[in-house]
């Protein structure tokens, strides 16, 4: 165990500390590591909103060129910032036990949902089930790292903003005023953190490939397979959330139009021995009863 594995990670508070927890457990097995932050184009344009700025990955490319170069040797993210196709040569080598997948609404003050009120986010799919639910509140845009975002609601006149549960709770910046959104269908592989390596570097992908967490790679995998068929290139609404019960595994899809008028659903079962091409059959399921048409219309909507 000579080699030193240098882990590549995102310098944002939440990326820092998700690396420092790959770290750790490498080093519990005897590894040697060290932590390399890189900045993403994603940390450095916070004028815009994610799905103008048209770079799928826009978080994760950063440290795929530089694992490309030999500048690191694996890299952590948070598994919904990471396209659902790696590049050539990269594979994914672990998944992290899962968090929390929730969302939340982190609150200034209790308002009342019954009257007008605006609430932020940068997720195309946040806004439009918001606005599916409460089509009378006002919806803006927001970005930067958990840190800034909590900021920006602070100093804005805003009722509330949205949060991905577990990013709060793993650097400890959880608020009192909060409510989780357990009617949200979440991201896919929201609360899930990925480990990805060089597929010839054995020795890399053999060490982290100990931290894999077996559930929470079936239920992301799934989560992904869903939003790779569905997506087809174009950012869209889109929420996949699976569970393993027992021997079965649960999963809730989700698409909507971008303005939250229109959504299509599935919840369905199957169960571990037959999850096979679960996500795809989902995401076909939605594609025959009006996502297609959807789809396009999104992607006609985006690029005007």
């Known amino acids: 165990m000579s080699k030193v594995i240098r882990i590549g990670t995102r310098n944002s508070p939440l990326a820092l500390w998700q ?7 490498l080093e519990r097995l005897g590894y040697q590591t060290q932590l390399i932050p890189i900045t993403s184009t994603g940390d450095i344009v916070l004028d815009k909103p994610l799905y103008e700025l048209g770079i799928t990955g826009i978080f994760t490319k950063t440290l795929d060129v530089a694992m490309i170069q030999g500048q690191i040797d694996i890299a952590v993210h948070s598994m919904k910032d990471v396209p659902t196709l790696l590049p050539k040569g990269i594979i994914q080598t672990a998944v992290l036990e899962r968090a929390s997948h929730d969302d939340i609404l982190v609150t200034k003050e209790l308002f009342n949902y019954e009257e007008e009120c605006t609430i932020a986010t940068g997720s195309l799919r946040r806004k439009a089930q918001w606005l599916n639910r409460y089509p009378h509140h006002k919806v803006v845009g927001l970005r930067g790292n958990v840190n800034t975002r909590l900021q920006s609601l602070a100093n804005s006149d805003w009722q509330g903003a949205i949060f991905a549960k577990a990013g709060l709770e793993r650097i400890d910046l959880l608020p009192e005023n909060y409510q989780d959104l357990h009617w949200m269908i979440p991201a896919p592989a929201q609360g899930a953190m990925v480990v990805v390596a060089n597929e010839d570097d054995t020795f890399c992908v053999e060490a982290t490939s100990k931290l894999n967490h077996k559930d929470s790679q079936v239920c992301t995998g799934i989560e992904r397979e869903f939003l790779r068929v569905l997506e087809g290139g174009c950012t869209a609404p ?7 019960i027992g021997n079965q595994i649960l999963f809730k899809g989700i698409l909507l139009s971008l303005d939250g008028k229109e959504k299509i659903e599935i919840e369905e079962t199957t169960t571990l021995s037959q999850m096979q091409g679960f996500g795809r059959k989902c995401a076909e399921y939605i594609l025959s009863n009006g996502g297609k048409t959807l789809m396009q219309q999104i992607k006609n909507e985006m690029s005007n």
């Open 238 to 244: 889109i929420g996949a959330f699976a569970e393993v």
């Open 19 to 25: 690396a420092n927890v790959v770290k750790s457990q």
